[in-house]
């Protein structure tokens, strides 16, 4: 049962344009979200979060968007450019796995910014 | 400073050799991770140390055996494995406060291959 899931695999934008990345989740005790971006070979590089008192939360060109109603989080990355080309996982954790908090991770979505 | 490093960067192996991989982190974080990645999935959780004492084994086989010799290093030594082992290697860091919303930072990730 996947608790997390990134429902699109791969999605190419324009350069210079919006990257919307979605993210939903079933498990309603996810109080901290967060997202990571992958190149190949490399680790996770961590870029932004949220916690669940929060709706909306900006760094830079980056944005996370949290609508708990709906189970939904979404990654705008404006403007789009080259080097935002990667994986990008969406990761949750919950307050009852401890204080050492595990992270359930979707599959991740596959970002091609064209130039 | 949000590094965590890791040796060797690539390791080749027989089934029959003992290899261990190495992770350090310097940002006074109270709990540490080994994840498994294969390409195109989500990293795997294996293990977690919360204060130097072992928290989760993920149902690991034991030719995986976790060791954190102090708050800074892990290990991860490994014995007899298989070629279906071959994968990235990441290890992880985060501080470890209680009821804390806690962000995972990631090492770059060692490249095993098994032969």
């Known amino acids: 049962d996947q608790q997390v899931k990134q429902n699109s695999p791969s999605l190419s934008v324009q350069e210079g344009r919006i990257s919307i990345l979605n993210c939903d989740y079933t498990n309603s005790m996810f109080d901290y979200f967060l997202w990571y971006k992958k190149y190949p070979a490399e680790g996770p590089t961590f870029l932004i979060s949220i916690s669940s008192i929060k709706d909306k939360n900006e760094d830079g060109r980056f944005t996370v968007f949290l609508n708990k109603s709906a189970k939904h989080l979404s990654l705008h990355i404006v403007p789009s450019q080259p080097g935002d080309s990667a994986v990008y996982f969406c990761a949750a954790s919950d307050v009852s796995s401890g204080s050492a908090r595990q992270l359930t991770f979707g599959s991740g979505t596959q970002l091609t910014v064209l130039p | 400073d949000t590094e965590v490093t890791q040796t060797p960067k690539h390791l080749v192996m027989g089934m029959t050799n003992k290899k261990s991989l190495k992770c350090e982190q310097h940002m006074g974080h109270r709990a540490m991770y080994w994840y498994k990645q294969k390409a195109k999935k989500p990293p795997e959780l294996m293990f977690v140390?919360?204060?130097?004492?072992?928290?989760i084994n993920e149902s690991v086989p034991s030719r995986f055996s976790p060791e954190c010799p102090n708050s800074s290093l892990l290990n991860l030594h490994l014995h007899a494995l298989q070629p279906e082992d071959s994968a990235l290697y990441l290890c992880?860091?985060?501080?470890?406060?209680?009821?804390?919303?806690?962000?995972?930072?990631f090492g770059p990730g060692t490249r095993l291959l098994v032969l």
């Open positions: 992880a860091s985060s501080h470890n406060d209680a009821g804390g919303w806690e962000t995972q930072y």
């Open positions: 140390y919360s204060y130097e004492k072992l928290s």
